[in-house]
């Protein structure tokens, strides 16, 4: 059985959970990225890719490929995107 998901312990966020699924309203491939930074609730932030044979290929390669610095950078775009810079947690 493949891996669905990574889970990331010790990073600035907290816990950092990168999850392969499928966009709601497209089913098209994505990699969802979880983080409870201190002080904050559950964030998440989402990776789509297109609905082709090669968008497919591509969130699984993205994802065979993620590293917690990947997913550190991530996670660090969501935060300057809602404007939060979360405590680092330890």
Request: glycine share 6%; aromatic share 12%; proline share 7%.
């Amino acid at each position: 059985m493949e891996p669905f998901a990574k889970l990331f312990d010790d990073t600035p966020y907290g816990q950092i959970l990168v999850k392969q699924d499928t966009y709601d309203e497209d089913n098209a491939p994505e990699l969802h990225f979880f983080v409870r930074p201190a002080g904050l609730g559950v964030c998440s932030v989402s990776m789509v890719f297109a609905d082709t044979p090669e968008g497919w290929s591509e969130c699984g390669s993205v994802f065979t490929e993620m590293t917690q610095q990947y997913a550190e950078q991530a996670v660090e775009l969501l935060m300057q995107e809602i404007g939060e810079t979360p405590e680092v947690v330890h």
